[in-house]
């Protein structure tokens, strides 16, 4: 232990005092507060972050992309501590649980998407949230997607509650995880309270003990179906879909977003899901088409809270098209 330590503290020493006078200001910017070897380790992480988003940085512009990546409140992580504490809330379920919707693929169906959509704009989602370092990706998914069913059934906006369902859905594993179809059939047979009633706790990691009250349920659902079903990549059936029943709960691969700034994302990102967020419209940039994407990161992240993923047909970047949902009520 004590060889371990000496070497942490010889690894400090010889970082320079810029990287360290960087890492002081970005530690009073997010209020973190280490010392000793936790200080030195952090400091570790935070230089290679820097060394990541600049090789990220520079790869994007000599292939002129808008991409960009930088420093946030994630830098003092390596990415298997960020995976560990941000991408463990996927847990794939039974694909079987739902009902695959037909979407037909017509020239009508096509001419009536417009370039640019938002359901953003036209006020179908509600704000963007935080889970924090707890695996209840799927629980936000599922919850902003009935937020979204029920306010495009011309309902007032209300917001509900995640955290009943990471506490309460024992079919899932609360902060270790769960997906959107199980987390569907728990709000179908017990109904949501909202989030003023029942609020989230769980942003530190511990899943908490259930405390639904029965007789605060705001909303109940019927259940879901699939935007695209089995693994059928095919972004123009989702477009679809998000125009004709609103935003939508999806599932992706998120291992590439850590750092993530602004721009549109066009590469390095798999389809290995393991993150589960919300669709909701899309846009071109310069002739690039892209999807807008609502992450549970709060709004200190990316885009004020969203992504852009470029879209085309086939490309499934980030595997946006692998499980797509949205709520019947």
């Known amino acids: 232990m004590k060889v371990a330590l000496l070497l942490l503290a010889l690894v400090a020493c010889a970082l320079s005092l810029s990287v360290q006078e960087e890492f002081r200001e970005w530690m009073a910017k997010h209020n973190k507060k280490y010392a000793g070897a936790e200080y ?92 924090e370092q707890c695996g209840s990706c799927w629980a936000f998914s599922a919850t902003e997607g009935i937020e979204s069913a029920w306010l495009m059934a011309n309902n007032s906006q209300i917001v509900l509650s995640p955290q009943q369902i990471v506490s309460c859905d024992t079919v899932d594993q609360g902060c270790n995880g769960g997906d959107l179809p199980t987390a569907f059939a728990y709000v179908k047979q017990s109904g949501l309270e909202d989030n003023a009633d029942y609020p989230y706790t769980s942003g530190g990691g511990n899943t908490g003990k259930c405390k639904f009250d029965a007789s605060k349920v705001k909303v109940h659902i019927s ?24 935003p939508l709960s999806i599932c992706v691969d998120a291992s590439s977003w850590q ?71």
């Not at 994007?60 to 990546?69: I, Q, S, V, Y």
Request: with cysteine.
């Open 223 to 246: 259940g879901f179906k699939y935007a695209v079903h089995n693994g059928t990549k095919d972004d123009t059936v989702l477009a679809i879909a998000s125009y004709a029943q609103g």
């Open 259 to 329: 750092n993530y700034n602004g721009g549109i994302l066009k590469r390095n990102c798999g389809t290995a899901l393991d993150h589960c967020v919300q669709l909701v419209g899309w846009g071109n940039q310069s002739g690039t088409a892209y999807w807008i994407v609502r992450n549970s990161w709060n709004t200190d992240w990316g885009l004020k809270g969203y992504i852009w993923i470029e879209r085309g047909s086939g490309k499934d970047l980030c595997g946006i098209t692998e499980e797509a949902t949205w709520v019947t009520l």
């Open 40 to 131: 030195t380790r952090r400091l570790m992480a935070y230089r290679m972050t820097t060394s990541r988003i600049a090789r990220a940085n520079i790869e994007a512009k000599n292939e002129g992309r808008d991409t960009t990546f930088a420093h946030n409140k994630y830098s003092d992580l390596t990415p298997a501590e960020f995976r560990g504490r941000f991408l463990s809330g996927y847990q794939k379920a039974d694909m079987s649980a739902g009902t695959p919707h037909p979407i037909e693929v017509t020239e009508e169906a096509l001419a009536a998407i417009p370039d640019t959509f938002s359901w953003v704009d036209l006020g179908k989602t509600t704000p963007v949230k935080d889970q």
